[in-house]
């Protein structure tokens, strides 16, 4: 069947209408009879001679090049030559006189038909027709973008339609959810894209040695359904990032062969486009800690700088960037924040934008932007959380804070935790203040009166936990202790009264 042969099928087969009256020329409504009952016993579907082997969709369709680039290989195509493909066969008994059947493919991973892809098809003499194309770019959308061979599941959903009124009497076979199938059919796609199992990077972090290029990490799926590779935590310091820290990408270590760069030598920009014609050295200029990601369908490549910092959005602060979690290592994360559990939870947030929600199993994260929040009532009061969090193993923890108190010998409750003195928060829980005696000496902020719980010491204007103490030079008197969460690095502010 020639390919204007089946798009006059095409034409006549799924160009019907669900309507079951219209207007004559005078206004006056034609009510069309009821249709024939039809059992969908009566109709088989079942995989054609080409459907039980493999349909390599090469040798349906070819590909004519875009007139605008003939030399290029692999551009998109302007035109199919497309020969349709004869996919399943169908028995039918005891059709009403006047009447046909109509199809239509739904195409999918497995039997569950989560997000099938919906495919176009023709019926005639007995069998059904699909288009190569519609069949690629289902594939394609729906399935993967690997060139391999694979088993996928279709079913039929079939029509039974009057031939004298194709457009008008048309009646889903069955009910609307009822199918024909699923059947097993075997697809081997056009070789439209090759990415390699492994990439490397070769520059200024290895001194350009092509033989010990520094490997990309990748998930454990296929390649071709997550074509995203990353080198994490490339440190740039002030010095490297002024000279440039300079790369290109090879897909095979020890070969200066199928090289990927950037256009422009030189190319400072922090994400781009990925050039594997005449490729030249990428430099990034901007010191920092930095996750290098490439996708290798859309040939682009991103710098993503690491935070030193996560925000803690959640009902208190408005959902805004407030809260603060910090690393010394840019992975994993500890912190102070205010959080009303009881009201929508929370989320981690980094300064480039990117949420932490709710992963599968408790206590993981998850960067998928439709995962839910963190916490729930169940978790505690609303009020201060010791939280951390591991952006590598992606999992946190929250710990509900009552109290944060002053000890040390500057105070008058010496290093007896009992006896430390409670600070008073703000309504968000970022600024926590007392009004107390001390003396010359040293102090630390403690929570829960014990030193098991979470301390934070070190100077006035960097506290960390479980750091030194804080000194205290000022005269004996009476002071305003003020201690502040909001910004990174905490911080406190010791005036007199």
């Not at 990490?217 to 990353?230: G, I, K, L, N």
């Not at 002024?242 to 200066?256: D, F, L, S, Y």
């Not at 500057?410 to 600024?431: G, I, K």
Request: glycine content about 8%; charged content about 20%.
């Amino acid at each position: 069947m020639k390919k204007l042969a089946l798009y006059s099928l095409v034409a006549f087969g799924l160009a019907f209408a669900a309507c079951d009256e219209v207007e004559d020329a005078t206004g006056t409504p034609v009510v069309n009879p009821q249709e024939p009952v039809f059992e969908a016993s009566n109709v088989t579907v079942t995989n054609s001679a080409v459907a039980d082997a493999v349909i390599d969709l090469s040798e349906y369709m070819t590909e004519i090049p875009d007139p605008d680039t003939p030399d290029t290989p692999d551009a998109d195509p302007a035109a199919v030559d497309q020969t349709p493909i004869e996919i399943a066969a169908v028995e039918v008994k005891d059709l009403p006189e006047g009447y046909t059947l109509a199809f239509a493919m739904q195409m999918a991973k497995d039997e569950t038909f989560a997000d099938p892809a919906e495919i176009p098809a023709v019926y005639a003499d007995g069998k059904v027709f699909v288009m190569p194309e519609d069949v690629e770019n289902g594939y394609w959308a729906k399935i993967t973008h690997s060139p391999k061979e694979r088993a996928v599941a279709v079913r039929y959903a079939a029509y039974i339609v009057n031939e004298e009124n194709p457009n008008i009497n048309r009646v889903r076979i069955g009910g609307p959810d009822f199918f024909y199938g699923p059947l097993s059919v075997k697809i081997l796609p056009l070789d439209r894209l090759t990415i390699s199992p492994t990439y490397y990077l070769v520059g200024t972090a290895n001194g350009w040695d092509w033989n010990a290029g520094i490997q990309f990490e990748h998930s454990d799926a296929d390649v071709y359904d997550d074509p995203v590779f990353v080198i994490k935590n490339i440190d740039v310091d002030e010095a490297t990032a002024e000279a440039g820290w300079w790369w290109k990408i090879i897909p095979v270590n020890g070969k200066e062969e199928n090289v990927v760069g950037v256009s422009v030598n030189g190319d400072d920009a922090l994400e781009g486009t990925l050039d594997d014609k005449a490729p030249q050295a990428g430099a990034l200029k901007e010191a920092g800690r930095w996750n290098f990601y490439i996708n290798m369908e859309e040939m682009t490549y991103r710098f993503e700088k690491v935070p030193a910092v996560l925000y803690v959005p959640n009902k208190i602060n408005g959902w805004t960037d407030a809260g603060i979690v910090f690393s010394g290592d840019y992975t994993s994360y500890q912190g102070l924040a205010g959080i009303n559990p009881g009201d929508g939870g929370f989320k981690f947030k980094t300064e480039a934008g990117v949420w932490y929600g709710a992963g599968e199993e408790a206590g993981t994260l998850t960067t998928d932007g439709s995962a839910g929040n963190l916490g729930s009532a169940d978790m505690g009061p609303t009020g201060l959380y010791y939280l951390t969090a591991n952006t590598e193993d992606m999992t946190y923890t929250y710990e509900a804070i009552s109290s944060v108190a002053l000890i040390g010998n500057a105070t008058d409750a010496e290093w007896d935790p009992a006896a430390a003195v409670e600070l008073t928060p703000s309504d968000d829980f970022e600024t926590w203040t007392v009004t107390t005696h001390l003396k010359a000496g040293e102090f630390k902020f403690m929570t829960e009166h014990d030193w098991g719980k979470p301390n934070l010491g070190g100077s006035l204007d960097d506290l960390r936990f479980g750091a030194g103490n804080c000194s205290f030079t000022g005269a004996d008197g009476e002071y305003v202790i003020t201690l502040s969460l909001a910004q990174f690095p905490y911080s406190c502010t010791v005036q007199p009264k």
